[in-house]
């Protein structure tokens, strides 16, 4: 099925550890974005890709590392997971001249 | 001074009425905004596009003001449906959207 696809849904993970939380898309929609969203602050900006290899900071990069490998695809790492990176991560991608289409998002908590 | 900037609400309006929200936006070159709308924390969906001075769909109007650096979002004739947190969009460059934190608007019978 066409769409973004996030996964997994939802993730309980120990401080100190790494995760990935996966992105796919089935557009070839150049722009990919990751996005946390806490109670107060709306969506913030972690990273983004402009397309495959190329990869900017958004507002809250630290902590976080991103790759884009292939253009369907736009993992986001926690290197080392603390507890003020328990969130909602939305993945979002967009062609040119569309919106940006948001994935289902991912519960992570962090204890 | 954040990017994008909201009223987070709440507002609580009657079934019927008429409700407006504003966003500030700090970046003057940006050309193209959006208005999503977002329930219970589930993804964000596009409601509106704004590329010029204004948008037109339904009950809802999206207008952009760019001297005073602003777009406003006016829903006429309130449903209870339209319960939900509206959030704008501007880009800060091309295709790098900040969100503003988002509106709620809670529609009453």
């Known amino acids: 099925d066409a769409g973004i696809t996030q996964s997994p849904r939802y993730k309980i993970t120990e401080t100190g550890r790494q995760v990935t939380l996966m992105c796919h898309q089935t557009?070839?929609?150049?722009?990919m974005f990751w996005y946390r969203q806490d109670l107060g602050h709306g969506l913030r900006l972690i990273y983004y890709?402009?397309?495959?290899?190329?990869?900017d900071k958004g507002e809250v990069p630290d902590g976080y590392v991103v790759s884009r490998s292939k253009t369907e695809n736009f993992p986001l790492t926690l290197e080392s997971a603390t507890r003020s990176q328990t969130s909602v991560y939305f993945c979002?991608?967009?062609?040119?001249?569309?919106?940006?289409?948001f994935g289902q998002g991912t519960r992570l908590t962090v204890v | 001074r954040k990017e994008v900037e909201q009223d987070p609400g709440p507002f609580n309006v009657p079934e019927g009425a008429t409700v407006a929200f504003n966003c500030t936006y700090s970046?003057?070159?940006?050309?193209?905004f959006f208005w999503y709308r977002q329930d219970c924390r589930k993804e964000p969906k596009l409601l509106m596009s704004?590329?010029?001075s204004g948008n037109e769909d339904g009950r809802f109007t999206a207008q952009l003001n760019r001297a005073s650096q602003y777009i406003s979002l006016l829903i006429r004739d309130s449903k209870l449906s339209d319960s939900a947190t509206y959030l704008c969009?501007?880009?800060?460059?091309?295709?790098?959207?900040?969100f503003g934190s988002g509106t709620k608007l809670n529609v009453k019978p």
């Open positions: 979002a991608s967009q062609g040119i001249n569309t919106e940006a289409f």
């Open positions: 557009w070839s929609h150049s722009y």
């Open positions: 890709s402009a397309a495959a290899d190329i990869t």
């Open positions: 970046n003057s070159a940006s050309q193209s």
């Open positions: 704004v590329y010029s």
């Open positions: 969009a501007a880009p800060y460059n091309f295709n790098k959207f900040y």
